[in-house]
């Protein structure tokens, strides 16, 4: 008998709402499930999958999950509280060690529980997942998404109750590949394209011959690995003094901290029980981006190569330690990680990085997620993004991500989703208009909770094309607005960031204000707090003259940074936009241009990277909005 790998010590369960809970025996097997004197029944199918569903719950805990068929499992420290998806590609991925190193240490809550699900890519939904929860303390959660933990403490420490945030991203993906196939009938277009795409990538050459040349190709344009040297030097050994290494939290990503491609050297020390000594371990490190070597105490215990692997960046690796190779007491892990495209570091997630005890032992696995030192070998520098082979990316497929990372959690309950994507979709915004609302509906659709909450971040400025003088077409503005158009379906919310992005950054630091300004979106709209969670937002424009009066909802107290409004500008009936003065007058703005007599259109923030100025007393930022509905790129 199993148990889906969601339902795990240190889970949290929705409250107020029935509680699936589900996984595998063999066919026609009785289930009960039976936890806070609540129990539940089920019987296993012809396939051996069974699902029970608890009545709902009151916050509290810890409680404990008993399952009883032809064996018993038992579930420890269950808490009932509020549980959020976390969702999307790199902004939502990127760990709080590689954004707030600071904001570490005081990251123990508790009663916060993380769940992280690792990359996957599959043809067809999947069944389950490889991980497990864990409260969050500065070890786990420095390897957590840094804005799924943001909210998450936010909504703990305003409701004060039990948070389980389950983390699902993966940076530089799009979102039809987070699209259910089942939701694309709802959309003749989409399932048209969807087609289209997936006919595409079947076409191209991908027998292994064809590939491995590719791939070849590829790798040669890249640095290479100049050789060993640490394990020369002793950085492997069990003795060799690590005093003057740096510490980083693993599991993440070093180009938070180093923005730099090449090898970097982990060493961790950890005590062994005694009785563990002398037997076969098994050691976890989750995914490592790209290439490892792993010693314990000075011998190599395994590693994959990306040159051997392409799939080794996402790959979690399970080394075999053999026997008479640990000690009682203390021992040194080594980990010698090669990168030298992009990313860097140890994806895991943390919940698979342990040191597993032998098979007969009732001690719990070694936690490794935390501190190691850390010491550069070779920096290659950043290197310059070299397009890869399509076949090289299946995790741009449609579906691939919803089959591999989402379906896996349904039916799961929870309270709603946050979401940050859309830079890789930022060359298509027309279609963005389609897919992104499609694909929060399919998700609705198969979850079967109903039209649950589900607020995203939209774009924050970055200038991802050359800035202009004067406002222009703009493929991240326009996809800001296909975000924006997407509040339309029902218990959806946006959290504005155009202030405080940044211009030469695509992966801004700042993620606690966009952890906050999704938090006060769930707070006012899903608990119905008395906060303000909205900026300044397009209400109407008036032309008087050479004057438009722009008046805006959740106006209370405009002000603006510095006591200059800056972000406007007008056009006429040229179709010419020019930069604006902006003056506050109570709830609005009076634009104006001395090189535009009548204007007929105004704009604010309507640029890849624009200054923007205005916010309300609350200090939320004005919504980058147009009056025009003029053309704007490419039509779907």
């Given at each position: 008998m199993k148990l889906a790998s969601l339902f795990t010590d240190h889970m949290v369960v929705q409250r107020d709402c029935p509680v699936p809970v589900w996984g595998w025996a063999s066919p026609g097997q009785a289930i009960t499930v039976e936890m806070a004197g609540q129990t539940a029944r089920a019987t296993a199918d012809s396939n051996g999958r069974w699902k029970a569903v608890l009545p709902a719950l009151p916050a509290g805990g810890p409680h404990t999950l008993t399952v009883e068929g032809s064996e018993r499992r038992i579930v420890r420290d269950v808490l009932v509280g509020e549980v959020w998806v976390c969702s999307g590609q790199s902004n939502m991925e990127w760990t709080l060690e590689m954004t707030d190193r600071a904001g570490v240490a005081a990251a123990d809550h508790p009663r916060i529980r993380l769940f992280t699900v690792p990359r996957r890519v599959a043809a067809a939904p999947v069944d389950d997942v490889q991980s497990a929860w864990c409260v969050c303390t500065p070890g786990n959660a420095g390897g957590f998404s840094a804005v799924g933990y943001h909210f998450g403490r936010e909504l703990h420490e305003r409701l004060d109750v039990p948070v389980g945030l389950i983390n699902s991203s993966w940076g530089g993906t799009i979102v039809e590949a987070w699209t259910d196939r089942e939701a694309w009938q709802a959309e003749p277009w989409v399932t048209g394209y969807m087609q289209e795409k997936i006919d595409q990538y079947a076409r191209l050459d991908k027998s292994p011959e064809h590939m491995e040349t590719l791939r070849q190709e590829f790798l040669a344009k890249l640095p290479q690995d100049a050789g060993n040297r640490g394990l020369g030097e002793g950085w492997a050994a069990p003795d060799f003094d690590d005093a003057g290494w740096g510490t980083m939290n693993l599991p993440g990503y070093w180009n938070g901290r180093h923005p730099t491609n090449g090898v970097f050297w982990f060493r961790r020390e950890i005590d062994v029980p005694a009785a563990w000594t002398g037997r076969e371990l098994t050691l976890s490190l989750g995914a490592v981006d790209k290439s490892d070597d792993c010693y314990v105490n000075g011998v190599r215990v395994g590693g994959i190569k990306w040159a051997?692997?392409?799939?080794?960046?996402?790959?979690?690796?399970?080394?075999?330690?053999?026997?008479?190779?640990?000690?009682?007491?203390?021992?040194?892990?080594?980990?010698?990680?090669?990168?030298?495209?992009?990313?860097?570091?140890?994806?895991?997630?943390?919940?698979?990085?342990?040191?597993?005890?032998?098979?007969?032992?009732?001690?719990?696995?070694?936690?490794?997620?935390?501190?190691?030192?850390?010491?550069?070998?070779?920096?290659?520098?950043?290197?310059?993004?070299?397009?890869?082979?399509?076949?090289?990316?299946?995790?741009?497929?449609?579906?691939?991500?919803?089959?591999?990372?989402?379906?896996?959690?349904i039916p799961y309950a929870i309270r709603g989703a946050i979401w940050y994507q859309g830079e890789s979709n930022a060359n298509d915004a027309a279609r963005y208009h389609v897919l992104f609302p499609a694909m929060i509906r399919g998700w609705r659709s198969v979850w079967g909770q109903g039209e649950f909450p589900f607020y995203f971040v939209q774009l924050a400025n970055y200038a991802s094309q050359k800035p202009t003088a004067e406002s222009d077409n703009s493929r991240w503005a326009e996809l800001r607005e296909a975000q924006a158009a997407t509040r339309s379906l029902p218990n959806t919310g946006m959290a504005v960031t155009i202030d405080i992005g940044d211009p030469k950054d695509i992966h801004p630091r700042n993620k606690r204000d966009v952890g906050r300004r999704l938090a006060l979106a769930a707070l006012a709209q899903t608990y119905g707090c008395d906060v303000r969670y909205r900026g300044p937002a397009y209400r109407s424009v008036k032309i008087t003259g050479a004057t438009a009066r722009v008046e805006f909802d959740h106006a209370d107290g405009l002000t603006a940074d510095d006591g200059v409004v800056s972000g406007f500008a007008v056009a006429g009936a040229d179709r010419i936009f020019h930069a604006a003065k902006a003056t506050i007058d109570g709830t609005g703005v009076l634009v104006s241009s001395p090189r535009v007599a009548s204007p007929a259109a105004v704009r604010y923030g309507w640029a890849d990277s624009p200054v923007c100025t205005l916010r309300n007393s609350a200090g939320l930022p004005a919504e980058p909005f147009r009056t025009d509905d003029w053309p704007v790129g490419a039509a779907v």
């Open positions: 051997d692997d392409p799939q080794s960046w996402w790959t979690p690796r399970d080394y075999a330690v053999p026997a008479g190779v640990i000690q009682p007491g203390r021992n040194v892990i080594a980990v010698r990680v090669v990168s030298n495209y992009t990313g860097g570091g140890t994806p895991g997630p943390g919940t698979l990085m342990r040191l597993h005890r032998p098979a007969d032992s009732q001690d719990e696995p070694l936690a490794l997620a935390g501190p190691w030192r850390y010491r550069i070998e070779q920096d290659f520098g950043p290197v310059p993004a070299i397009p890869q082979p399509a076949v090289a990316a299946p995790q741009s497929q449609p579906a691939s991500l919803y089959n591999g990372m989402i379906a896996p959690l």
